[in-house]
């Protein structure tokens, strides 16, 4: 609402100056809006700052020194540089080639584990029979401790009495013992076995949710017009959930990155590196060495890494508009 | 009315973060304790029999202790008993305790030592382990608790050896374990053998023998790299010799020594026959352990923690023996020399606790000696006292050939400083997996550390 007034200065002829109280009222409104807004995002800003952005500032710092974690840091006699970053792609720490394993493992989430999550995600997704059951028994893996299915897995990959060497006998395909984390061609494969299984109810769940908010009538409609089920699931659904399917597979790629405790409990790294990855090479250089500079700039680099593949992963799935630009 | 609700509200939930601090604020004081002097000591009092027992532990006081004593660990029931005791010695202590797996609290201690985290009374090992914890500052010296047992002769000071530093002693050594290579006797008698081999030829001979007869002799476990150490530690003293052995694991003497590379060739050439479990590999210490137990092999080198496990007849169904690793170049190395020592030992952390958790501290690593030679978890590094007939024939053996020793070489793993001992395990796990020769752990190893 905006109200004039005759204002008469002196020895000046009259002028008129008009207040907008309506805009005055809405600014103010405004600004104790934004105070609210701010007040109640303190708690959570504080978390991700506290736990999250300052570990990382922290890790930064420590990734330029040699500091063996126990000792109180002297700047000036530790500081390394980038000294620590070199040291990784060496001949002793084969940081490089424990890295492409990881990238191995995100390329078996992607192309793998996240097919399996979609095809079981479209099938429950069709209102079938026992629809709740499935979902539950599907996501149960990701329930279950890692330790405990580290511990079950061994068992299964047991040379002597494991189920899986002695299924293999007993069809007739093996006759010996097949060491499967033992071996330095097999025990990869086979630790990525589980770590993919695990995580599959995950991606599963994320994805049937999408395909759930996916309208029934966009299903009818290309029904109506003739499409079979499977072409209703790749011409409808899918690039409905397109947003989702992005933050799934950024999900698994960044996930594989930073992959670590069934790793862990099942071969520790071996045999022979055979299966080491970035976060078992940081655990190691940070608890047994005490080499705390060494282990920051893995994680330095992991964060960095994860960064990356996430905007990479972003730019390939952005929208493009109607004319074709993104 | 509504924002000024809401904005109590938030403020409630902005400080309710202030109360998500430690349970008891008494850890945050420790970091910013003075480190206790020799001034500190506690008057002692001893009871009419001249047992010593201290006047600061009859105050109430909690105590937190650390240790790796889980369930179905050898160590476990010297553990509960010496707390036992101390319970009904000392009523006012309170101890909280907290059990981890062996491998995981190699991890937990080196973060808590960073994080000024430590409990007042933990489990660690001696040698270079603790020597980085003392370098910190974090470690409470112990020599005024120490003296008394040092100067009536409990203590033999040479238990001390290995947890002393800058001639001060900051450990109380709880059990002296050295190798010992265990034999299931039945298996052994099948092809001939009433003793443990104690020449090379004799072990030749008998591992030859039993490939032949279809059974494996060694089980190791490769997985964890220390129990490969416990096959090839062994061979390369009683190739090079105790002292020249300790000259490289403690002294900087270089590795590039013929008798290392001959070492790594023997166990390598052993591997090929096949007197080693070739599923070995994949395998846990527990698994390879339960395997020897299971009469599934004839030999298993380890830490003569085992001895309890081994005395048990629940455990194993067989005759078991112990005797020490045969002697691989009589010009440079004899029987008696043994790998092993005082390693698994009582620390106490600076803190408002020190003094009473060093008097705790010590008694505590007093009765796990005496409990663990008992029920056989370990060998007496204090000297014995008591009844000793429970002692088991194992243990026994065990004493016998410790008796006849001459010489001792600490664990390669507790001997040199973490980052030289993880590139050590690190070759020393390339050489099981027969990716590398002699040569190469020689040559990597001198490259690496000197």
Not at chain 2, 364 to 379: A, D, Q, T
Request: hydrophobic share 45%; net charge negative.
């Amino acid at each position: 609402m905006i109200r004039s007034f005759p204002v008469t200065p002196f020895g000046g002829a009259g002028k008129t100056f008009s207040i907008d109280w309506e805009g005055i009222y809405m600014k103010r409104k405004s600004k104790s809006h934004s105070l609210a807004i701010f007040l109640f995002l303190l708690p959570a800003l504080i978390l991700f700052v506290g736990l999250l952005i300052a570990p990382i500032i922290m890790s930064l710092y420590y990734s330029f020194f040699d500091w063996n974690g126990l000792k109180a840091l002297d700047p000036s006699e530790d500081f390394l540089g980038f000294g620590n970053y070199t040291i990784l792609f060496g001949e002793r720490i084969q940081f490089g080639k424990a890295l492409i394993n990881s990238l191995i493992l995100a390329a078996l989430s992607v192309f793998v584990q996240l097919p399996v999550s979609l095809a079981l995600a479209l099938a429950l997704g069709k209102k079938i029979k026992g629809e709740r059951v499935f979902l539950s028994i599907y996501f149960m893996p990701v329930l279950i401790s890692t330790v405990v299915i580290g511990q079950l897995w061994l068992k299964i990959y047991n040379p002597e009495y494991g189920i899986l060497n002695t299924f293999l006998r007993a069809i007739g395909v093996l006759e010996g013992d097949i060491r499967w984390l033992g071996e330095k061609n097999l025990a990869l494969g086979a630790v990525f076995a589980p770590t993919l299984w695990q995580y599959v109810g995950y991606h599963m769940l994320l994805l049937y949710a999408g395909v759930k908010s996916v309208s029934p009538e966009l299903r009818e409609a290309a029904k109506l017009d003739g499409a079979t089920d499977g072409q209703v699931n790749r011409f409808v659904v899918i690039p409905s959930i397109k947003p989702i399917i992005k933050v799934s597979v950024i999900f698994a790629v960044t996930g594989s990155l930073k992959s670590f405790d069934l790793i862990y409990v099942l071969t520790n790294g071996g045999p022979m590196k055979a299966t080491e990855v970035p976060s078992i090479i940081m655990i190691r250089e940070l608890f047994l060495k005490n080499k705390y500079g060494v282990g920051s700039a893995i994680a330095v680099l992991l964060i960095l890494l994860c960064f990356f593949f996430a905007i990479l992963i972003g730019a390939i799935f952005k929208e493009r508009d109607i004319y074709g630009k993104k | 009315m509504k924002r000024i609700l809401a904005c109590l509200l938030v403020l409630t939930m902005v400080f309710s973060l202030a109360a998500c601090d430690k349970k008891d604020s008494n850890d945050n004081k420790a970091t910013n304790a003075p480190a206790n002097t020799t001034t500190d000591a506690p008057a002692a009092s001893t009871t009419n029999d001249g047992e010593y027992v201290s006047s600061i532990l009859q105050n109430a006081v909690e105590l937190t202790l650390w240790d790796i004593a889980v369930e179905g660990d050898g160590n476990r029931p010297a553990y509960d008993a010496a707390m036992a005791d101390l319970k009904a010695k000392y009523p006012n202590v309170k101890i909280v305790e907290t059990v981890t797996e062996n491998e995981a609290y190699k991890t937990k201690i080196k973060a808590a030592v960073g994080a000024n985290e430590l409990p007042d009374i933990f489990f660690t090992w001696a040698g270079a382990f603790l020597g980085d914890f003392v370098d910190a500052g974090k470690v409470h010296c112990l020599d005024d608790v120490l003296k008394k047992y040092v100067d009536n002769g409990e203590l033999p000071e040479a238990m001390l050896g290995n947890s002393t530093y800058n001639g001060k002693h900051y450990g109380v050594p709880t059990t002296m374990n050295v190798v010992g290579l265990f034999a299931n006797m039945d298996i052994l008698a099948s092809v001939g053998y009433d003793h443990i081999p104690a020449t090379k030829e004799e072990l030749v001979d008998c591992c030859d023998k039993l490939v032949a007869k279809g059974i494996t002799p060694f089980v190791c476990a490769g997985k964890e790299t220390w129990c490969v150490t416990e096959y090839l530690e062994p061979i390369m003293e009683k190739t090079i010799g105790a002292t020249e052995l300790n000259d490289i694991f403690r002294n900087g003497k270089t590795w590039n020594n013929e008798g290392i590379k001959t070492s790594v060739a023997t166990l390598q050439e052993y591997i090929d026959k096949g007197y080693f479990d070739p599923n070995g590999i994949a395998l846990s210490n527990d698994e390879a352990k339960a395997k020897f137990m299971q009469g599934q092999c004839a030999f298993y080198q380890n830490g003569t923690w085992n001895c309890g496990d081994f005395s048990n007849p629940e455990n194993v169904k067989f005759n078991v023996s112990v005797g020490e690793f045969p002697v691989m170049d009589s010009s440079k190395s004899k029987a008696g020399q043994l790998i092993g020592g005082p390693s698994d030992t009582i620390a106490v952390s600076e803190g408002p606790n020190a003094a009473a958790a060093a008097e705790y501290a010590v008694e505590f690593g007093r009765l796990i000696c005496h409990y663990g030679y008992l029920k056989g978890s370990g060998l007496p590094a204090w000297t014995p006292w008591g009844d000793l007939s429970e002692v088991s024939p194992l243990m026994k053996t065990v004493t016998e050939i410790c008796n006849k020793a001459n010489g001792y070489v600490l664990f390669g793993d507790n001997a040199m400083s973490a980052e030289i001992a993880n590139i050590y395990l690190e070759y020393v796990a390339l050489v099981y997996g027969k990716e590398i020769d002699g040569e190469g752990f020689v040559n990597g190893l001198v490259k690496e550390i000197g």
